[in-house]
């Protein structure tokens, strides 16, 4: 079955610190995978995707994510964090059997950045 | 997030009601999917449509319906509202098209069933 876990439900972290929010995949072929955050009384966001290439993807707010195919992982990562990062993050993954269109999202992780 | 749109933003009803929840978008995106966030869950698919004609049932479709009027609305019906289909509802498109393979969410409504 298709899943995406993101293993912590909250993640702290101090303004200009280093963050990373974790998400691990399990998929039949060649994943898609992306992030999406959801700011307080608002919908998600796009912030990055990987589809194929680099493992090494930027996205929008100054975020990256790197994807590891042999842990089938896809992490979420900013250098320095800043307060207005804080946030509901979602990793999810393309359905590959509901016509390859739709999105399986994880839980998803509060980031909270304090100052 | 402007180029999709949800009506009503908040809606409370009560057990046994039918409410319609309203997506439209002007983006152009062919496809279109009705999304429930629940806390803890994260956003599952409830419908999905690629065109007017061609309407998908989603993992939770149960307890509701779709219509497609056109390209660009795509409506969400409770026929009978039930106090577990208090959740968080968001619209999403996205181009038939390309590589792009993201979704474009709208606001989302939050329903509460009393």
């Known amino acids: 079955a298709q899943s995406v876990a993101q293993p912590e439900d909250q993640v702290n972290v101090a303004e200009g610190n280093p963050l990373t929010v974790k998400c691990t995949y399990s998929v039949s072929g060649n994943p898609y995978l992306f992030w999406y955050v959801q700011y307080p009384n608002r919908g998600l966001q796009f912030l990055l995707k990987?589809?194929?290439?680099?493992?090494l993807v930027k996205g929008s707010y100054g975020f990256e994510a790197e994807f590891n195919k042999s842990q089938t992982s896809f992490h979420l990562k900013k250098p320095s964090a800043l307060v207005s990062d804080s946030a509901l993050y979602f990793c999810a993954v393309r359905d590959m059997y509901q016509a390859g269109t739709a999105l399986i999202f994880g839980k998803g992780t509060t980031l909270s950045v304090s100052s | 997030d402007a180029d999709v749109t949800q009506t009503p933003r908040n809606r409370i009803t009560k057990t046994g009601k039918r409410i319609m929840l309203e997506c439209s978008q002007t983006?152009?995106?062919?496809?279109m999917y009705w999304y429930r966030q629940d806390p803890g869950l994260g956003l599952r698919l409830i419908y999905y449509?690629?065109?007017?004609?061609?309407?998908n049932k989603g993992e939770i479709s149960d307890g509701y319906s779709v219509s497609r009027q056109a390209q660009a609305k795509f409506s969400l019906s409770l026929e009978s509202a039930i106090p577990n289909q208090t959740a968080l509802y968001f619209c999403?498109?996205?181009?038939?098209?390309?590589?792009?393979?993201?979704?474009?969410f709208g606001p989302g409504t939050r329903l509460t069933v009393t």
């Open positions: 983006k152009g995106h062919d496809r």
């Open positions: 999403a498109t996205s181009p038939r098209q390309g590589a792009s393979y993201e979704q474009y």
């Open positions: 990987y589809i194929t290439g680099d493992n």
């Open positions: 449509s690629f065109d007017v004609k061609d309407i």
